[in-house]
């Protein structure tokens, strides 16, 4: 019954490989959300999508796409793998008053 | 400017002694809302407590207290009664009004929670 999820956990890949994570979450929430945490633990919020569609988009490289198939769901395709792009990701979902978070998936580029 | 002001990188506490996180914030908007979240080793980032801009009083979840202070643009996160399991990070984020009128939240640069016995 976790509220949101993610996969992968762990993420290690070649520069220059493409790669996805997956986001789902259970609670019934219209809006979704992508984090970037940095290795100084710095977070900055990516993007959000409302009920599919994009309203949130923080001048992240067009590198990284995400996707909504349903309101449940928020996927996050990365092209072109660059070193800079290791971090963990965090999924969140959430109303006005409460934000929830993924358990997060830490992406290392090799 | 920085939105989220966390001044103290790290503190610590004795276990069963009350602590008191710092956080100050800047906006111009009359509507919003502030979060602690607390980010333990494991990585996860867990919600703790949520205070809207409009509320009276401040906002309590068990242990956990939000001392809102408006005029001075302070939400402080107060932990009575600490216990080892609260060594973590955590951190302070207000939710803002984005470009089309849609949230966000901003994260100050956390502070890093050590409880000793």
């Known amino acids: 019954d976790t509220a949101v999820s993610q996969t992968p956990k762990y993420l290690v890949t070649q520069m220059g490989n493409d790669k996805s994570i997956k986001c789902e979450q259970n609670?019934?929430?219209?809006?979704m959300y992508w984090y970037k945490q940095d290795s100084k633990k710095f977070l900055k919020i990516m993007f959000s999508?409302?009920?599919?569609?994009?309203?949130i988009n923080e001048t992240v490289p067009n590198r990284f796409s995400p996707k909504s198939p349903d309101k449940a769901h928020l996927n996050l395709h990365i092209n072109s793998l660059e070193l800079g792009d290791s971090a963990v990701y965090f999924c969140?979902?959430?109303?006005?008053?409460?934000?929830?978070f993924g358990p997060g998936t830490r992406l290392t580029v090799l | 400017a920085q939105k989220i002001t966390q001044t103290q990188p790290g503190m610590f506490v004795q276990e069963k002694e009350a602590v008191t996180l710092d956080c100050t914030y800047d906006?111009?908007?009359?509507?919003?809302?502030l979060f602690w979240y607390k980010q333990p080793s494991s990585g996860e980032m867990i919600f703790l407590i949520y205070?809207?801009?409009?509320?009276?009083q401040n906002a309590t979840e068990g242990r956990y207290s939000l001392n809102f202070q408006k005029a001075r643009k302070s939400a402080n996160l107060v932990i009575s009664a600490s216990q080892l399991g609260d060594s973590a990070m955590y951190f302070c984020?207000?939710?803002?009004?984005?470009?089309?009128?849609?949230?966000?939240?901003?994260f100050g640069a956390g502070t890093r929670l050590a409880v000793h016995p």
């Open positions: 906006t111009s908007d009359p509507s919003y809302g």
């Open positions: 969140a979902s959430g109303h006005t008053d409460t934000q929830y």
């Open positions: 609670l019934g929430h219209d809006t």
């Open positions: 205070q809207g801009s409009y509320d009276q």
């Open positions: 999508y409302n009920n599919k569609e994009l309203i």
């Open positions: 984020a207000m939710r803002e009004r984005g470009s089309g009128g849609y949230n966000k939240l901003i």
